[in-house]
């Protein structure tokens, strides 16, 4: 069975850290881009970051440049966000999403969501 399942998210304060996770079950991340999405209260989703696997590029949302880091580890088939200084905009749910080679051309796995709230 093919599925990506997500962890990590939570209640943090302004400022604090979270990492989520998003552990792929019947397929390689190794051939596939990765994306992280998060979809805020009364907003359409948007993408948060990517990493291709097409050229290596990596992408990141204006919002989020040099606060969060998306990456993988292919031993555990796993991809990560960490996200740092995090901010009460930052609240919202997170998903991970896999496909293609290039960002945000193809999705083909999505994972379950996980909330990530940031308030004091």
């Known amino acids: 069975q093919l599925h990506a399942v997500e962890s990590g998210g939570g209640l943090v304060q302004p400022g604090g850290s979270l990492r989520l996770s998003c552990a792929a079950s019947g397929f390689s991340l190794d051939y596939y881009a990765i994306h992280w999405f998060r979809q805020a209260p009364g907003k359409e989703r948007e993408g948060v970051s990517c990493?291709?696997?097409?050229?290596?590029?990596?992408y990141y949302a204006d919002s989020v440049k040099g606060r969060f880091t998306i990456s993988k580890d292919n031993t555990k088939n796993t991809m990560y966000l960490q996200m740092n200084n995090l901010k009460p905009e930052d609240t919202g749910v997170y998903s991970c999403?896999?496909?293609?080679?290039?960002?945000?051309?193809?999705?083909?796995?999505w994972g379950q969501g996980t909330q990530v709230t940031v308030s004091s």
């Open positions: 999403a896999v496909g293609g080679s290039s960002c945000f051309i193809e999705y083909d796995w």
């Open positions: 990493a291709s696997s097409a050229d290596g590029s990596i």
